[in-house]
């Protein structure tokens, strides 16, 4: 193979650029360099044309309505989200395929649009007959299998509010978020596999589920078709999906629902204990993930579009379900591991089923690096076309490897920063106008404003601060679950008016953004998002721990790691049995995307005069780094106490 023998030294030429090539610009769905001046010139009629691609049932009246910082767009119009996924392609895509499944294990599935439809009108029959409501939550606490895409838009058939719960979350993640959103029905499974083991999803439900008394019904997916024995069921509660499925009219009429009517919640980690549900609306995001499904990812009707997120994570609602399902294209959905049976799997997956678009994260790519593209030969991966990576800071020599391995050095990259909160992309490249640069994600799309602010709020044109989005975006996130206050707190106190994404970023000469990672206690561990405090409760929650302090430590594959330091209560003494049960505890508490890498006992935590712990202080000790300014803290010797015992724990 071409350039095999280079070795990465050498591919890594800092300061590279990558323009579009002839090809890819000539093709590409937007080529006019210009889109970024006249959207910036009138937002509102640049977001109007993208909302008139979708189906309304009432046009609107005003396209935006802002008193800071509460937005509403497509004011009294009329839309409803499975119509736009489904229905309004049935006359050209009938037999389209809208999902292509695969299981772990090597089972598959297929749907055309006009199947997935059926489903759809089903699920949602099923859910009015036990009772749901236009505006009632919907937990969904399911593997990576077509139902979970079924049952969200079955929800927003009816009106009613998804709350996806990823399945890799514990029981009590669960029972909070059912809690928090008082959601009536759970959708779960009795199983799905990871790494050729079965995860009892209903097994640990029903641990939530004695603790959630707002549930009165549950459905639950035979993974395999037939149930499990390892699936007990409670009479009256909990229903099988497939015997449900039968029992109701295969068809159900979509209701007309208010663009600014609640599609879904989804809980997301911020700087408290508890994580927030961030509220989205229908009109609007789907404008959002409609138009940058289409422009980032250069969607044409042939391609076959393949997002390796989980549906329990935002990237999955945005870019598995409703930016590719809009636009009518063809999805791949992979339940399991990247390395399961072994460490090829994506590559074979590509050329089944001829991907010509793979979205995945930088950590998955650095898994792959390490790996080795010995795995990556082994497939033939010709049919890519674009390759983007989302989800944390992708480092240059992940993004040459992706580039030259994977893309064969002709797939561009985009490289896509948002959030939970902003429902869309934000920053990213478009394939067929942005010169790219490795470890960049360049610029904001068309009709975002976004900028690079200090503290105080002032303009930075070239260097570092906080990313700032200055006007009101129709993906935006509306509000927290029940708690508008949290958030104007969270996002619009900084700077008035201005959203605070709690990011930090460079900006270079060339006006491109190079995004730092959070400036704040938000962790991202392979790409997951988890809350320094969260960590810290599960911690103090065990009767042994006194006090505890989480850090993110920087980590080669997973972007960063947890190192905790912790305080133990008498009579528990530091033992290595001691580590792996707090370990347990936390995996336990959270799910195991929080299990702890390090875990340091000491008997003292660093604190100011005024008792506040100084994570700072910690990071440094984390990284290894220096000893910054302790000046101000009550008793600096036990930094200096910590430093050591952790330089002799890393030398040992
Ligand atoms: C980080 C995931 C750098 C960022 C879509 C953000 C990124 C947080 C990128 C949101 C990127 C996401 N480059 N950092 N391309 N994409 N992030 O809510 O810190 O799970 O604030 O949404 O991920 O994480 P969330």
Redesign the pocket.
């Known amino acids: 193979m071409k350039n095999r023998t280079i070795s990465l030294e050498t591919l890594l030429q800092e300061g590279r650029k990558f323009p579009p090539s002839d090809p890819f610009r000539r093709q590409a769905n937007i080529q006019d360099p210009d889109i970024y001046q006249k959207a910036a010139a009138d937002p509102e009629g640049y977001w109007a044309r993208w909302a008139r691609e979708l189906d309304w049932m009432k046009p609107w009246d005003q396209v935006l309505e802002w008193n800071p910082p509460f937005a509403k767009w497509f004011v009294g119009g009329k839309i409803n989200a499975s119509v736009n996924c489904v229905d309004r392609h049935l006359s050209q895509r009938q037999n389209k395929v809208a999902i292509l499944w695969e299981g772990e294990t090597g089972d598959t599935r297929r749907f055309t649009y006009g199947e997935l439809s059926e489903q759809v009108n089903r699920f949602a029959n099923v859910l009015k007959k036990r009772g749901i409501q236009r505006g009632d939550r919907v937990a969904i606490y399911l593997p990576m299998i077509p139902e979970i895409v079924i049952a969200c838009l079955a929800c927003s058939r009816i009106g009613a509010v998804h709350s996806v719960v990823f399945g890799g979350f514990s029981a009590d993640s669960l029972r909070d978020r059912i809690l928090d959103a008082h959601a009536e029905l759970l959708v779960t499974a009795d199983f799905g596999w990871r790494r050729g083991k079965r995860l009892f999803l209903k097994q640990s439900a029903d641990g939530a589920l004695t603790q959630t008394p707002s549930i009165e019904n549950v459905v639950v997916v035979a993974r395999e078709g037939t149930p499990s024995k390892e699936c007990p069921m409670k009479g009256g509660r909990d229903h099988w999906w497939h015997d449900e499925m039968g029992k109701v009219e295969a068809s159900c009429p979509p209701e007309a629902i208010d663009a600014e009517e609640m599609l879904f919640t989804l809980y997301?980690s911020g700087t408290t204990g508890k994580p927030k549900g961030i509220v989205h609306t229908t009109g609007g995001y789907l404008t959002g993930v409609y138009a940058t499904t289409k422009w980032v990812f250069d969607l044409k009707e042939n391609d076959v579009f393949w997002c390796t997120a989980d549906i329990g994570?935002?990237?999955g609602h945005s870019y598995v379900i409703y930016g590719p399902l809009a636009n009518g294209a063809t999805v791949v959905i992979y339940e399991g591991a990247p390395d399961w049976p072994e460490k090829d799997r994506f590559w074979k997956i590509i050329e089944k089923y001829k991907v010509t678009i793979f979205y995945t994260a930088?950590t998955a790519i650095r898994a792959f690096m390490k790996w080795g593209a010995q795995w990556v030969d082994r497939a033939d991966l010709s049919s890519l076309r674009l390759l983007g990576?989302?989800?944390?800071?992708?480092n240059p020599e992940a993004w040459i490897w992706y580039h030259h391995y994977i893309g064969k050095e002709k797939c561009p990259i985009v490289?896509?920063?948002?959030?939970?909160?902003?429902g869309c992309i934000l920053?990213?490249p478009l394939p067929g106008i942005t010169t790219t640069k490795p470890g960049s994600?360049t610029k904001p799309f068309p009709g975002i404003a976004a900028e690079v602010l200090n503290d105080s709020g002032e303009r930075v044109e070239v260097g570092g601060g906080y990313v700032a989005i200055t006007k009101p975006w129709p993906s935006m996130l509306r509000t927290l679950f029940n708690d508008d206050e949290r958030y104007v707190k969270q996002y619009w106190s900084k700077w008035k008016g201005i959203y605070f994404?709690?990011?930090g970023v460079k900006r270079d000469e060339d006006g491109d953004f190079w995004?730092?990672?959070?400036v704040d206690d938000?962790l991202?561990l392979a790409?997951?998002?988890i809350g320094t405090m969260e960590v810290e409760s599960a911690f103090v929650d065990h009767p042994a721990v006194a006090e505890s302090a989480v850090v993110g430590r920087p980590h080669d594959i997973k972007g960063e790691a947890i190192v905790a330091f912790v305080t133990l209560r008498e009579p528990a003494k530091p033992s290595p049995e001691l580590i792996e049960e707090l370990k347990e505890h936390v995996v336990k508490k959270i799910g195991s995307i929080a299990r702890p890498e390090e875990i340091l006992f000491t008997v003292d935590l660093p604190k100011t005069r005024s008792g506040k712990i100084m994570r700072r202080l910690l990071r440094d000790i984390a990284v290894g780094k220096a000893l910054g300014d302790t000046t101000t803290l009550a008793d600096p010797s036990v930094v200096e106490g910590l430093k050591r015992q952790y330089e002799s724990i890393e030398a040992g």
Do not use: N, Y
Request: cysteine-free; proline content about 6%; overall charge negative.
């Open positions: 997301t994570w935002v990237t930088p990576s989302v989800g944390e800071p992708i490289d896509t920063w948002w959030q939970t909160e902003t920053m990213t994600a994404a709690g990011d995004f730092l990672g959070r938000v991202k790409g997951h998002r």
